[in-house]
Nanobody
Framework: VHLAESGGGLVQPGGSLRLSCAAS????????MNWFRQVPGKARVLVAA????????LLSDSVKGRFTISRDDAKNTVDLQMNSLNFEDTGVYYC?????????WGQGTQVTVSS
């Protein structure tokens, strides 16, 4: 099983980034997919979630209207489009797969919002 996040980087306030998580080693379509953010010294916080088939989506209040989550079951990927980024969006973003009584994590990708 492997989850690989990509797309992080340094961006100025107001900018955009698109994170992608590529999954392998399990039946992707059977899993809900989540994006978490973690800052040093604090627990991971759920940012966005998307259910099997993409029908059910959840965004945290802090990112509503700015972030969108999407998935492509043909490519086994889940993306997080992040717009209007601000300093509070800084952190390591992790992809999580949940399903079939299991959950898997990626290694994370750093997002830094700085002027």
């Amino acid at each position: 099983v492997h989850l690989a996040e990509s797309g992080g980087g340094l961006v100025q306030p107001g900018g955009s980034l698109r994170l992608s998580c590529a999954a392998s080693g399990f039946t992707f379509s059977n899993y809900a997919m989540n994006w978490f953010r973690q800052v040093p010294g604090k627990a991971r916080v759920l940012v966005a979630a998307i259910g099997r088939g993409g029908d059910n989506q959840l965004l945290s209040d802090s990112v509503k209207g700015r972030f969108t989550i999407s998935r492509d079951d043909a490519k086994n990927t889940v993306d997080l489009q992040m717009n209007s980024l601000n300093f509070e969006d800084t952190g390591v973003y992790y992809c999580q797969a949940v399903g079939e009584g299991r959950n898997y994590w990626g290694q994370g990708t750093q997002v830094t919002v700085s002027s």
